[in-house]
Each structure stands twice: as C-alpha cells, then as structure tokens.
C-alpha cells in the first residue's frame, strides 16, 4: 500500500504570501500537524525570487523590477534568483527523518527530482539529471537558470527545471520553478552587469543553457497541462499517493500575517 501525502494546489498567490505558505508548512509538518506535502502554486504579479544568501545590491536591478511589474521576495532557501512567470512552481515539505530520505542533501535532491523526470515524462519530454563536471557557481553568475546544479532537469542538455533546499526544525523544504516560457530579454534587464557587452553575451549564451517546456514540444502545452503531468509524476517518482488539502481560515490568517511582517517588510527582502 502506497504512503499517502498531502497535496495542496494554492493557485495564484502574490509574491509574500506564496514564500509565507512554504514557511508555514514547513512548521505545520514539524509540529506533526501535517503529513508530508506537495504543494503547486503560481505567481501575480510575477516574483523574482532571490536566494537566503544572495546580495542584492550590485547584482539585481530593483529599478528594472519595479519597472516590469514583478515583486522582489526573498526565499528561505539558497541558490540564485529565479524569475517566476509564466511557470508552475512546486514545494516539497518532508521530514529528514522520511525513510525515503537520504541525509545527504544531493541525494534527498536525486530522490525528489524524481517526481521531475516522470513530469517531463509525462508530457513527451526527453529528460534526464544534471552531473556536473567540475566547481559549481564558476560563471559568479546572479541568475539561477544560468548552470544546473546536482540532479536538477535537463532536457536536450538544457537546464528545465531549477531547485533549490533548505532543512529547517528536521524539515526539508524543497521548491523549484519549471517554466513553460522564459523571456530572455526582460529576465536580462533584472540584473546589473559591468556593461553592455557583458550583459548582451551572458543574454546571447543563456540559450545554450536554459529551456523552457513550450521551446521544446511541437504542441504547446497550459500550466493545467503541466499541473496534471507533474502531479502524477510526483505520485509515480516518489511512489505516493495523494489526499487534496485545503488549508482553514486560521491558517491563511496566519500566513497572511507572515507574508506581511517577513516577506513584505523591505529590511529582510534587502538584507544583504
């Protein structure tokens, strides 16, 4: 019998409240008030995400942000900025303890991305994991797309699917963005670069980097499409289960009162 998981689809949340729902899960699991739980949600106005780590100042344009509509948020976890937009995006909240899950944090990744590869899969996609050769992060590039980490997705050697973990309270939060488009020039103005000629050659490569789902299939696909792909892809990779959660009135006051005094307040956003 197949262990059985939450699985909560919030829809179209702002920014903040999208970063406070990963939080509170994760809490909720550690206080054993939820099961393990596969989350999908979306973005408006559009986000761009930057890692617990990242500086902002001298590497993100929040002029140009400000400009296109989209929110800055920083995320609980590491890594580099990511554009949310035209994706869906996925959260995993499972305990450290889960028996499926390797104490070491490229192996819980391998695991995880399971449910990846058989979304792909699910739509046609030829995918497979990223092994990188070599030291990551040599480009000091601020955008997340730019290289593939361990085990993330690749499809025709392109990176299509970034993540990115956190282990808090003996929680693993794992989130990651799998984006049916990307627009490469309004992606580009977000960062600040030395020059113009730095930026038009990073702009110029990251085609050779990075996919999206739409570039790849001869019929393009909706977010429902992939909503439906992944979600089963996740049951068969992780060999699960799902039961729908929905989240009470007292729990969405208590994220909206975290987006607000954490993922809204500018002081944590610009931290660094």
């Known amino acids: 019998m197949k262990e059985k998981w939450a ?27 939820l099961p393990p739980v596969l989350r999908f949600y979306e973005w ?3 986000g761009l995400s930057v890692g617990y780590f990242q500086r902002v100042k001298g590497k993100i344009d929040v002029d140009a942000a400000k400009r296109h509509g989209f929110e800055i948020v920083r995320r609980q976890t590491g890594g580099r900025a990511v554009l ?31 449910g990846l590869l058989k979304g792909f899969q699910n739509l046609g996609m030829e995918a497979g994991f990223a092994i990188p050769e070599g030291k990551l992060g040599q480009t000091g590039s ?3 797309f730019e290289e593939p980490s361990w085990y993330e997705l690749v499809v025709n050697g392109k990176k299509a699917a970034g993540s990115a973990q956190t282990r808090q309270k003996g929680v693993i ?50 977010v429902d499409d992939v909503r439906a792909a992944f979600k089963k892809g996740f049951e ?25 005094t954490k993922y809204e307040d500018e002081s944590y956003t610009y931290s660094r």
């Open 173 to 222: 939060l794992q989130h990651g963005s799998i984006p049916l488009e990307v627009d490469e020039n309004t992606l580009f103005d977000l960062f600040i670069y030395p020059n113009e000629r730095v930026k038009e050659r990073a702009r110029n490569s990251f085609g050779d980097k990075a996919i999206a789902i739409n570039d790849v299939l001869d019929v393009k696909v909706t």
């Open 84 to 114: 949310h937009d035209r994706e869906l995006t996925y959260s995993v909240i499972v305990s450290e303890q889960h028996e499926k899950m390797p104490s070491s944090v490229t192996d819980a990744y391998r695991v995880i991305s399971e």
């Open 236 to 260: 068969d990779g992780l060999q699960i289960e799902f039961e729908t959660l929905s989240l009470d009135d007292v729990q969405w006051a208590y994220i909206e009162e975290l987006a607000k």
């Open 142 to 144: 601020a955008v997340c």
């Open 7 to 33: 699985f909560l689809d919030t829809g179209v949340l702002t920014p903040s409240m999208n970063m406070a729902v990963d939080e509170a899960l994760l809490i909720w699991h550690s206080q054993g008030l």
């Open 44 to 46: 408006q106005p559009a």
